[in-house]
């Protein structure tokens, strides 16, 4: 094994780049003196003195010719802020669109002018910066290059400021980004830089330094040239403190409890130890802002992975959460501070006492990372208290590859077992790794092989996971190639892995056609096959399908795929969730059908999504009906209605089963500040409905009340299993 893994790392790190060919355009950025307000006029003669550039080029429907909607840019900075404006003419009739009035608005059906800002140039790490017609702002921080789109994450919030002005024929954008919202270089004199724009009207997406229509818009490999006019000077002190206060009353039904109240404090602070290394502090941390999650009806025999949201945990979160594949994460925060409450399906908080995180740029080509959290214990959840800490070093090599090693460990402070019956349940564990990410400079190579290994108290003879990926992707064809194994003793306590002792091979291969019309944009076919298998039971799964989506010019589209599965069980399972009906482990199955789905064009105010899937399942069949309806009234409401139906027949003595998850939800967004959000939550699998309803003011940047109420129910009787609500107050505070 350890001779095909270095021969692997090998291939890896000898693969050549390939350059593209590129339009690389530069802009000049000058210090100006004259102070400027953000009203979106640009009156100042500062906007005036400055070169604007143009000559966007268009990214859809083609990426072969210049834009046809007219944007111009502008940019400058003075001691404290970089200040972009942005010209976008339009002359043609009609509203803009956006979803609502909610920041971090997201998606193809949205109105809006981008910033996407490389300050180390190393086409790795970026940040994000947007806004639409109506003023709403988004920010994000931009992680592996941006090569999926996983890696914007827009969760991440910081102090910008951004006016706009709409004309008849133009609407005129003015930002200001603050030096200390930015992590950067002291002395460069180069950064990267791209902008683009969203046209609903003119049905056109259109970006200034050129990115081929098959990778995104933000991908940090197709960034134009920012010219300093002087290198850049280490920004001083910069320390923010956002204390919070929080409170509220809950009844816990279920224990035939009576109604309590809670007063709580804490805080965090963020301090900048150089303008691109940050120091993360947290005391006594409340979770409660953070959404509820969208739940789902599970009918796999695996955990479903849920995202971190949690502010703390999100700038330079890929350091710390991109090693390994998706299936095999050696490090997950939300295994910190966050539990499952078994009655509601929902995820509840395991308080943490205090955490310091450490991360950020040492220079161009060095990325550190280091995290310590202490966790108090918790009797209720049967939680001792745990100490984590998780060390993260990246060093960048080539043009845009890196190789990285992550160490994490787990130590049990109250030295006794979880559960009596498992004493190793709550032992203390560790683990080291190493991963090798490639990306090549023209965007067309991407990769990764790894090794983890964990060590604990019980470590057996393979406590490893391997994996490795290579994928080629150009505008006509596209292939990858991934292949895994994980062992039966790899226990990694802090990540997510949902299957262990598999081996997996999944090989893929497609192409597109973009034809000539004014309806169909792309036909896309491929194929696909996951194969998995282990020494002890043979092969246990594979997954082939062969696929086929057919996208518009608007921005409708449908998918169709013919789907063929093989499961070999290796545990008593029953997808029904039924504990006296189960499979049996050696029982297998062969299952056939299709799937196919269909969206809406989403700049309609009627728009959705319906996905139907159909075919063999075990020894019976699987009805799958999924997806969602909107309507959106202009730009202040919508409302919504997601659904998952599963109707399940099985056979030979095996009852029948209908799963429900119904989530009717209405967003109101009254103002650009104030937020009313409600959704219900009908999980038949939980047995449970949920009602969530979530008032949020936000009365400076970044500074926010939250009202919260919150109820669940057994659906039959609307019996109360526990009901909450609590208010937060957050303050955001620049020193």
Known sequence: MNTRIASYLLFFFLMPSMQWAQNNPSLSIRKIQEPIVLDGLLTEASWEAMEPVGGFWQYFPFDTSMAVARTEVRMMHDENNIYIAAILYDSLPGEYITQSLRRDFRGLNTDGFSVVIDPFRDQTNGFFFGINPFGVHREGLIANGGETDADLDLSWDNIWQGEVKVYDDRWVVEMAIPFTTLRFRGGATQWGINFYRIDTKYNERSVWSRVPRQLLLENLAFTGTLEWDRPLDKTGGNVTLIPFAAGGTSRDYLANEDWTGRLDAGGDAKIALTPSLNLDVTFNPDFSQVEVDVQQTNIDRFEIFFPERRQFFLENADLFASFGFNNARPFFSRRIGVAIDSATGQNVQNRILL?????????????????????????????????????????????????????????????????????????????????????????????????????????????????????????????????????????????????????????????????????????????????????????????????????????????????????????????????????????????????????????????????????????????????????????????????????IDLKEGFDDATLYLVGPRIDLTLTRSLFLTTFVQYNSQFDNININSRLQWRFRPVSDLFIVYTDNYFPEALQPKNRALVFKATYWLNL
């Not at 086929?548 to 449908?558: N, P, V």
Request: proline content about 4%; glycine content about 8%.
């Open 355 to 647: 955490g310091a995180r450490l991360s950020g740029k040492l220079n161009r080509n060095w990325r550190v990372g280091l995290l310590n959290m202490q966790t108090a214990s918790d009797e209720s959840i049967g939680q001792p208290s745990y100490n984590y800490t998780v060390a993260a070093v990246q060093r960048q090599v080539f043009a845009r590859s890196n190789i990285s090693a992550i160490f994490v460990n787990k130590a049990n402070f109250d030295q006794q077992p979880v559960d009596i019956s498992n004493p190793l349940d709550g032992a203390s564990s560790q683990l080291i790794g190493i991963d090798y990410n490639l990306a090549s400079a023209d965007g067309k190579w991407n990769g990764k092989a790894y090794y983890h290994q964990t060590f604990d108290d019980d470590t057996g003879p393979a406590p490893f996971s391997h994996g490795a990926r290579i994928a080629y992707n150009t505008l006509r064809f596209f292939a990858s190639w991934e292949h895994q194994i994980i062992g039966q003793d790899f226990d990694t306590k802090v990540g997510f892995v949902p299957r262990r002792d598999f081996r997996r091979a999944n090989p893929v291969v497609g192409f597109n056609i973009y034809p000539n019309s004014d309806k169909i944009n792309r036909h896309q076919f491929f194929l696909s096959n996951n194969l998995i298998w282990n020494d002890t039971w043979g092969l246990t799964d594979y997954n082939f399908a062969l696929n086929y989506t057919l996208d518009f010019q608007s921005s409708a589209g449908f998918a169709f795929a013919l789907l063929s599965n093989y499961v070999k069980l290796f545990a008593p399972f029953n997808p029904t969730g039924n504990p006296t009906q189960l499979f049996q482990p050696g029982d297998d199955f062969v299952q056939t059908g299709f799937l196919a789905a269909y969206n809406t064009d989403l700049r309609k105010a009627f728009f959705g999504r319906i996905q139907l899937i159909s075919g063999g399942f075990f020894n019976g069949n699987l009805r799958q009906l999924s997806g969602e309806f909107n309507y959106r009234y202009r730009q202040y409401a919508t409302v919504a209605v997601n659904y998952t139906i599963n109707r």
